[in-house]
């Protein structure tokens, strides 16, 4: 046989899809691996015409799933985001809608034994070593996707995967601001450097001419908006001890505005070469504590109601997504408890994926 074969569940996870992988059926090497991830989705070419990949970046993501060894957590799950268009694989961020299909996906693989009703399983992302604990509709002790939750920028319905993220404050860099400054100022605009989940660089759309309105086709059209963006999104990596993010999608970059409603803003979400179509569940928790939290680019944005965990809507390009935060305020600044979001998934398909064995020969 001239390929290798790897077996696979292809996967929707929220307003993402990919193939979610047994850890053990793929090379152990990371160089081999980003060679296999690059092959099997296609990166190189638009459509991603030699691959799986969507040609999109919510298209071109990556879930590998293996038995936890942390007393807490029941499955590991390391993600990788494979760019479109240049062959580049990053292992460094997390992503939090491909993490809602990952209790499915380990129950499809065997890795998770469901329960009768709801199974709950606790997950530890590798990348940042953030903890989450999902839950799943398994009636019968059989996973089921089928149900009448909806989440916008997807079609139709499905069963509810219940999310709630715990420790992921500093995700990456840990800290919560990783600068040390609620505000920065960067090239003249200024900036919230802060890691919820996701570390990001968060700024007001008006400062850059913009109301956070626009559709994505809009904002990927505007160049001279995405070449200062990343200028300052590069500047910002350096001041939040993340290095040379030349080749990293890492830092986001998001974009607030106001709103008409109370616990309400309208955000923007860059994945960072690109507008996001909808909203990453990751970066979704880091805007809004940006919002919530005193003193950021965002203070007095929204109007606050109702005492901690409070419901942050977050306004996107194709509807909306509700966050609920639990924190605390005082002295001692934002103090982010935990986060906690309703997504659904849905298995695509399923069986073996093929890679050619001059890229891996299965050994």
């Known amino acids: 046989m001239s390929q290798t074969a790897i077996p696979y569940v292809f996967m929707r996870g929220g307003s993402s899809r990919g193939p979610y992988f047994n850890a053990k059926d793929l090379p152990k090497d990371r160089d081999t691996l980003a060679n296999v991830l690059v092959s099997l989705l296609g990166s190189g070419h638009q459509l991603n015409i030699d691959g799986i990949g969507g040609g999109n970046a919510v298209t071109t993501k990556v879930a590998m799933l293996s038995k936890s060894d942390d007393p807490w957590a029941d499955v590991d799950y390391f993600f990788a985001q494979v760019s479109v268009l240049d062959g580049l ?44 604990k999902a839950v799943v509709q398994t009636p019968s002790g059989q996973i089921s996707y089928d149900g009448l939750a909806q989440i916008d920028g997807v079609p139709g319905t499905a069963a509810p995967v219940a999310l709630n993220f715990l420790e992921v404050a500093g995700s990456l860099t840990n800290k919560f601001l990783p ?52 200028a300052i999104r590069l500047k910002a990596g350096e001041l939040m001890g993340m290095g040379d993010c030349t080749k990293s999608v890492t830092p986001k970059f998001g974009l607030l505005a106001p709103s ?104």
């Open 89 to 132: 694989v990053d292992f460094k961020p997390s992503c939090g809608n491909i993490l809602a299909g990952v209790a499915s996906a380990a129950i499809e693989m065997g890795l998770i034994t469901p329960t009768e009703g709801e199974t709950v399983v606790n997950i530890r992302a590798v990348n940042t070593e953030s903890k989450t």
């Open 179 to 230: 600068t040390g400054n609620l505000i920065d100022v960067i090239d003249g605009t200024e900036v919230t450097c802060m890691d919820v989940a996701m570390p990001m660089v968060i700024a007001r759309a008006a400062d850059f001419g913009l109301t956070a309105k626009e559709t994505v086709a809009e904002l990927d059209e505007n160049k001279a908006f995405f070449a200062r963006m990343e």
């Open 260 to 363: 008409d409603a109370p616990n309400t803003v309208r955000t923007r979400y860059f994945m960072p070469w690109n507008t996001h179509p909808t909203m990453a569940v990751t970066g979704s928790q880091c805007l809004a504590s940006c919002a919530l939290a005193t003193g950021t680019i965002a203070d007095g944005m929204m109007e606050v109601q109702g005492e901690p965990p409070i419901t942050i809507q977050l306004e996107h390009p194709m509807g909306s997504m509700d966050v609920i935060v639990d924190f605390t305020e005082g002295q001692g600044g934002f103090q982010h408890q935990s986060t906690g979001i309703i997504r659904t998934c849905r298995k695509l398909a399923d069986g073996h994926v093929f890679v050619p064995k001059d890229v891996w020969d299965g050994q």
